[in-house]
C-alpha cells in the first residue's frame, strides 16, 4: 500500500503546481527514486516536460514523455490522463525499466510484492490513476483553485475508502 502525501500549495496558479511538482522531481530523483508525473493532458505533460528542462538553472533532471521515450527509460517520465498502459507501455515495465537505471550495480535479488521500490507518483490530475498502487509514494499537488481543492476532497476520500491515511502538509506562502 502506497504511501500518499497531499501537498497544499498557497496559491491558485497552475504555473504554481507545475513548479512545485518540478521541486519535488528534483527532490526525488536526488534521493535515487523512478518518478512518474501524471498530468491533466497531453498538452500539461508537454509543459511539465518543458518546465522540467528550465525551471531552474544549472539543473539537469533526466526525463522524458512516455509516448516519446525510447530505450533506455529514464528515471523521470510524464504521462497525461491516458496512462501508460495506453500509451503502449505498462507501468510494470516502465517501471521497472525505470528502477534498473538507478539501481546499484549488485546482485540484489529481484524485485518482489506489488510495488516497485522506490517509484514515486507525481499526481497533477483531477482523478487518482488507476496504477497508483504500483507505486510506494503517491504525491498530490492541490493548489487554492477551487476547482482543484474540491476535486483534492474527492481523491483524499477516494484513498480513506480504501484504507489509505494520507498525510497533509500545508505549504507556507513563501516556498522556494
Same mark, same amino acid.
Given at each position: ?10 496559491? $491558485? =496558479? /497552475?504555473? #504554481? ?10 527532490? $526525488? ?9 501524471? =498530468? /491533466? ?12 528542462? %528550465? ?8 526525463? @522524458? ?18 496512462? &501508460?498502459?495506453?500509451? @503502449? ?16 550495480? %549488485?546482485? $540484489? /535479488?529481484?524485485? *518482489?510484492?506489488?510495488?516497485? /521500490?522506490? !517509484? ?8 487518482? &490513476?488507476?496504477?497508483? *498502487? ?15 481543492? !474540491?476535486? #483534492? ?20 506562502? %513563501?516556498?522556494?
Amino acid at each position: 500500500m502506497p504511501r500518499v502525501d497531499f501537498y497544499i500549495l498557497p496559491d $491558485a =496558479t /497552475p504555473e #504554481g503546481r507545475l513548479l512545485f511538482a518540478c521541486r519535488l522531481t528534483e527532490k $526525488a530523483h536526488a534521493l535515487g527514486h523512478p518518478i512518474y508525473l501524471h =498530468t /491533466p493532458s497531453a498538452s500539461v505533460a508537454r509543459r511539465m516536460d518543458n518546465l522540467l528542462w %528550465t525551471y531552474r538553472k544549472n539543473s539537469f533532471l533526466p526525463h @522524458g514523455l512516455i509516448e516519446d521515450v525510447l530505450p533506455p527509460i529514464p528515471p523521470i517520465l510524464v504521462g497525461d490522463e491516458r496512462g &501508460p498502459e495506453v500509451m @503502449g507501455t505498462p507501468i510494470d515495465e516502465t517501471l521497472v525499466r525505470m528502477q534498473i537505471l538507478l539501481r546499484p550495480l %549488485t546482485d $540484489a /535479488p529481484p524485485w *518482489e510484492g506489488p510495488s516497485i /521500490p522506490g !517509484a514515486v507518483l507525481i499526481n497533477l490530475a483531477a482523478s487518482v &490513476p488507476s496504477f497508483f *498502487e504500483r507505486f510506494i509514494r503517491v504525491a498530490e499537488l492541490v493548489d487554492q483553485n477551487e476547482q482543484n481543492l !474540491a476535486a #483534492g476532497r474527492v481523491r483524499f476520500a477516494y484513498y480513506r475508502q480504501r484504507n489509505i491515511s494520507p498525510e497533509s502538509h500545508k505549504l507556507p506562502t %513563501t516556498q522556494s
